[in-house]
């Protein structure tokens, strides 16, 4: 049978033989695994992998700043999934990405592969894939023409991780599917977010937003997954706020406030598990790992390693396999074999007009705030930035937007009481928004109207106070300006129709009327809903507004309340989700044109399209009916151009080799927490072996003779890899590691290693690694 585990279960239900005492022994076992757990009709599985991807050369998504291209990695970038099963056979998968977005492109072939292996028990009715919205990761993976301009085209490179990752995870999911059991729990998180367009909100009905206490939404959703045997493997959230925390000039890989959030809380998460087992580790004399630099940590301190330590100079680099960044990678050093890995997911919801940046936004010229309406200074939109709670230190707001967004999680995980029950089940359609009726409802009567094919504004190119775009383009601009449309006309001009059918948009880029040398823009877009009893989540492939979102949630759970066995349903929204098709606004807010207004595709009837159809799957769903699957997508993946240009060799100077040391650490130097340490080595560019799983960046601790323990790589936020060369056509680089000593560090002696991979002349890779001078870590 499919469920063994499920036919056991019955029968040990049904059984009226069982005795007392074993009983008894039974409780005593679950106790004695960390808590009491109830049999369930799910099973669970999760699973997660690494999709950082290419961290040189690859032009970031998100911006759309041609000048923002990737040198190195602030934190790794992970796909993470559950997979719930029923024990009628039916499941779903969720997959959470550290990535701006989903792609249409690497969804069809993440599910021909799940095809291939699994025949159809994961399609894309199942199965979604969802962005967390991060701007500070590789782009070039998505089919579109307009997506993939900046990245100089298609980067096979970034396509292939992300499609290898998001595989893998869900095969770590299906192959830890056990009996567990999953609980719900919500509440309001104030800090993390605020509304970074609010005239465009202001221009929704008094009487609707006179329902809401924020211009924002401000609650947290988390769903906690526990094993019948091992306790909570992991939790699932969803909250609305922008990945914009770094800024349109970092140029480190990063999964911004959310993924941050995610490494604090899995760490978190192995801290309290391993504290349970802290005097077993002692007793085999293992050195407790390190965990996040935001947590406390209670270590032994070896005060008679310090002088040792300080006497240990950088040597020689070495050659290295291609596995041994793999092998020192801390995280999975620690893993315990016999027990899942602890995943968990800060996911996006409705995040259209939300942004990290909470202290507002200021002019840099005067320090004074911005115009309200247009986000301008002095009538440019470049001088007005949003600012973060660690302004001007992005990489401190991203901590701050992080930790308070891993804070709530802890609280909801910790207090999570209400159990999910019921069946799992899902719908799912292709819908032709470029040309889609829609029936619009007003004071008793009805009437028909279309979507329209792909266009953006002319406030698109203003861009946000998240990121500011350029030239005199200005948000909440309706009309446009001559110059600049006789620019558009160069391109494509806009027919009679398309202008009538977007109005009061005035057209900066006919994108869904493009298609040379392929499509521009998306046309058919997927829509999903997925249900695992009294929890829905709503698969959307873009950006929707606060009040967009509100307004879909409210239809969905108004025809789900249509039937008892659906009340009083948690819905949620799943941003970013299978492809991406940019904003979703109000009508009203549409209006306004804003950067999201602007940026809002098919007219102002996109929200009407959307919630017209996500009714109709809500209907099927409750009557338990099909849906037609719709149009399908196209496959351009054969059609894509690229011009990233390949690397060619990697060099360094006459007698030194990759992986010297470069700029050394000072010798028998001390160090305390909070200081920066640094070294750096000649290098070779990143993109030869993306080091999926592995590490190019490593802290070593000192533990005695020639013994060095890895304890921090660079997955942890306190340590960054920067990647740099001369100039572009150089063949020589250098890397340099920023250690900043986390407050919890445990004094001793450290050293810092650098892993790489070398292209030679004739195209073979050369693995290589190489050592800093150790230091002490003395107490504060």
């Known amino acids: 049978m499919e469920f063994p585990f499920f036919h056991h279960l019955s029968l040990w239900r049904t059984s009226g033989n069982i005795q007392i005492w074993s009983l008894l022994l039974l409780m005593i076992l679950l106790l004695k695994s960390g808590g009491v757990y109830s049999d369930t009709d799910y099973l669970i599985g999760l699973g997660s992998y690494d999709i950082t991807g290419p961290a040189a050369d690859v032009n970031m998504m998100g911006y759309a700043n041609t000048q923002q291209i990737a040198s190195g990695i602030h934190f790794r970038l992970r796909a993470r999934s559950f997979i719930v099963a029923d024990e009628d056979g039916k499941r779903v998968v969720f997959v959470n990405l ?19 292996r699994y025949g159809d028990l994961y399609t894309e009715k199942n199965v979604a894939i969802s962005g967390i919205h991060t701007h500070a990761g590789p782009g070039g993976y998505l089919q579109y023409v307009v997506y993939i301009v900046t990245s100089l085209g298609f980067v096979r490179q970034s396509f292939d991780v992300l499609v290898d990752g998001i595989e893998k995870s869900i095969v770590q999911a299906h192959e830890n599917l056990r009996p567990g059991s999953i609980l719900v729990n919500k509440g309001e998180l104030l800090d993390a977010s605020i509304n970074r367009s609010p005239s465009a909100y202001l221009n929704n009905p008094a009487g609707e937003r006179k329902k809401y206490k924020y211009d924002v939404d401000k609650e947290m959703t988390l769903l906690k997954f526990v094993d019948d045997e091992f306790g909570p493997v992991g939790s699932f959230n969803w909250f609305a706020t922008h990945g914009t925390s770094m800024s349109r000039t970092n140029s480190l890989i990063s999964g911004d406030n959310k993924g941050a959030a995610a490494r604090f809380m899995e760490d978190w998460f192995e801290k309290e598990s391993s504290e349970r087992n802290y005097s077993v580790g002692l ?54 074999s016999s027990k899942p890995e602890f ?35 002095g009538g440019k939109n470049e ?52 040309s889609l009726e829609v029936t619009i409802h007003k004071r008793g009567a009805s009437r028909a109207v279309k979507t329209c094919p792909a266009a953006m504004g002319f406030a698109f190119a203003a861009g946000t ?44 880029l006919d994108t869904g009327e493009m298609k040379t040398p392929y499509d521009w823009a998306p046309s058919i877009l997927p829509i999903q809903i997925l249900r695992i009893g009294q929890f829905v989540i709503l698969c959307v492939p873009g950006e929707f507004s606060t009040m967009a979102g509100r307004r879909l949630r409210d239809a969905v759970k108004t025809v789900l309340n249509n039937d008892k066995d659906f009340e009083n349903m948690h819905v ?88 010297d040391v470069f700029s050394d650490v000072p010798q028998n130097s001390t160090f305390k927490c909070g200081d920066m340490v ?40 306190c340590l960054r890899f920067k990647w740099s060369r001369p100039s572009k056509l150089s063949s020589r680089s250098k890397a340099t590691i920023e250690w900043r000593i986390p407050n919890d560090v445990t004094p001793g002696g450290y050293r810092i290693r650098h892993f790489g991979a070398a292209k030679r002349l004739f195209g073979s890779i050369h693995h290589f690694t190489g050592s800093s001078s150790a230091f002490v870590v003395a107490e504060s």
Request: hydrophobic letters at 35%; glycine letters at 6%; proline letters at 7%.
């Open 98 to 116: 550290d990535a701006c977005m989903a792609s249409q492109i690497v969804t069809i072939k993440v599910i021909e592969r799940l095809k291939a």
């Open 283 to 336: 007793k085999n004399d293992h050195l407790p790992r390190r965990i996040s630099n935001i947590i406390p940590d209670l270590l032994d301190v070896h005060h008679e390693l310090l002088e040792v330590s300080a006497n240990f100079q950088s040597r020689p680099s070495g050659s290295a396999t291609q596995n041994s960044s793999v092998a020192r990678r801390v995280r999975s050093a620690r893993r315990q």
């Open 343 to 377: 995943v968990s997911a800060f996911c996006q919801s409705n995040c259209g007009d939300v942004s990290p940046n909470v202290l507002g936004a200021f002019c840099i010229d005067t320090g004074l705030p911005c115009d309200f309406n247009h986000s301008t200074c």
């Open 383 to 434: 001088l007005c930035y949003g600012q973060g709670p660690g302004y001007p230190d992005e990489f401190e707001s991203t901590r701050i937007i992080g930790e308070r967004q891993f804070r709530k999680a802890v609280e909801l995980f910790d207090e999570a009481e209400d159990e999910i029950e019921g069946d799992v089940d899902y719908r799912h359609a292709y819908i032709d928004l470029s």
């Open 465 to 508: 106070t998240d990121g500011p775009g350029a030239f005199d383009f200005t948000q909440g601009d309706d009309k446009g300006n001559p110059f600049w449309k006789l620019v558009r006309d160069l391109l494509k001009t806009p027919t009679k129709e398309q202008i009538v059918c977007q109005h009061p948009k005035p057209i900066l």
């Open 572 to 659: 949620v929204i799943a941003g970013l989700t299978n492809s991406y098709s940019q904003y979703v606004t109000t009508y009203e807010e549409y209006q306004v044109q804003r950067y999201e207004g602007a940026s809002t595709l098919y007219g102002p009837r996109t929200l009407s399209a959307y919630i017209q159809e996500f009714k109709k799957l809500a209907k099927a769903l409750i009557s338990n009916q099909p849906v037609e699957p719709g149009p399908q997508p196209p496959d351009l993946l054969d059609k894509q151009i690229g011009f990233l240009p390949p690397v060619v060799v990697d060099g360094t100077p006459h007698g030194v080799n990759f992986g």
């Open 678 to 717: 640094t070294a750096s080595f000649w290098s070779a560019c990143p993109r030869n072996d993306l080091m999926t799983e592995g590490t190019f960046a490593m802290v070593e601790f000192h533990k005695g003779e020639d013994n060095w323990v890895p304890i921090y790589d660079d997955d942890d936020f």
